[in-house]
């Protein structure tokens, strides 16, 4: 079965200090790979996506993600946090297969703490 | 980025009523709009995907003649809650694309609260 793992449900990071918030797949081909931000009551807001070439993706609000094939991992990171960066985050996998039917993980609540 | 609005960004009904959610992209024709349910402090489970002018596919377990889904145009797609239940009281977002497109666009969502 084709899934999408966020193994961590919180992350907390004080600010100032790098963070990372993991995602790992199981989706055969060559998936294409995304990460959004969700604030409270809000939509979900892109943050960057992978479709491919470098593996080192950069986003908005400072954030980039690295895409690993083999170890099939897509994690975010961001080098210096913000207390505005706590949200909850999402990460999503899509087959290039012409309907970009989104598999999402289950979400990881990131506390930046002041 | 392409645009999609929803409307309403909150809704509150009585019991056995209907509601109807609006799904529009400003900026684009969107062949393809899905619309998603998303629980308290839980992740997006996708309810349907609407293409325009054919009948939505529902996932398992949606009732499609309660969550009854109308994508008439390029532009529009409604989701109407037919005899809400308070259980139905959730955050309904939608999202759009096209084949020229490699990703989703996402609506605000709508906060739905049934009394």
């Known amino acids: 079965a084709q899934s999408v793992a966020q193994p961590e449900d919180q992350v907390n990071v004080a600010e100032g200090n790098p963070l990372t918030v993991k995602c790992t797949y199981s989706?055969?081909?060559?998936?294409?790979l995304f990460w959004y931000v969700q604030y409270p009551n809000r939509g979900l807001q892109f943050l960057l996506k992978?479709?491919?070439?470098?593996?080192l993706v950069k986003g908005s609000y400072g954030f980039e993600a690295e895409f690993n094939k083999s170890q099939t991992s897509f994690h975010l990171k961001k080098p210096s946090a913000l207390v505005s960066d706590s949200a909850l985050y999402f990460c999503?996998?899509?087959?290039?297969?012409?309907?970009?039917?989104?598999?999402f993980g289950t979400g990881t609540r990131l506390k930046v703490l002041a | 980025g392409a645009v999609v609005s929803q409307h309403p960004s909150r809704v509150i009904c009585k019991s056995g009523t209907s509601v109807k959610i609006e799904c529009r992209s400003l900026?684009?024709?969107?062949?393809?709009m899905f619309w998603y349910r998303q629980f308290p402090k839980q992740s997006l489970m996708l309810m349907a995907t609407?293409?325009?002018?054919?009948?939505?596919?529902?996932e398992q377990g949606v009732e499609k003649d309660k969550f009854l889904i109308n994508h008439a145009s390029l532009t529009l797609s409604t989701l109407t809650v037919t005899s809400a239940h308070p259980e139905d009281s959730s955050f309904y977002i939608c999202?759009?694309?096209?084949?020229?497109?490699?990703?989703?666009?996402f609506g605000p969502g709508t906060r739905l609260t049934v009394l």
């Open positions: 999202s759009a694309t096209d084949l020229t497109y490699n990703e989703q666009f």
């Open positions: 989706v055969s081909g060559n998936p294409y």
């Open positions: 992978y479709i491919t070439g470098d593996n």
């Open positions: 999503a996998v899509s087959r290039p297969s012409g309907t970009y039917k989104y598999i």
């Open positions: 900026d684009f024709q969107a062949t393809t």
């Open positions: 609407s293409n325009e002018g054919s009948k939505a596919t529902y």
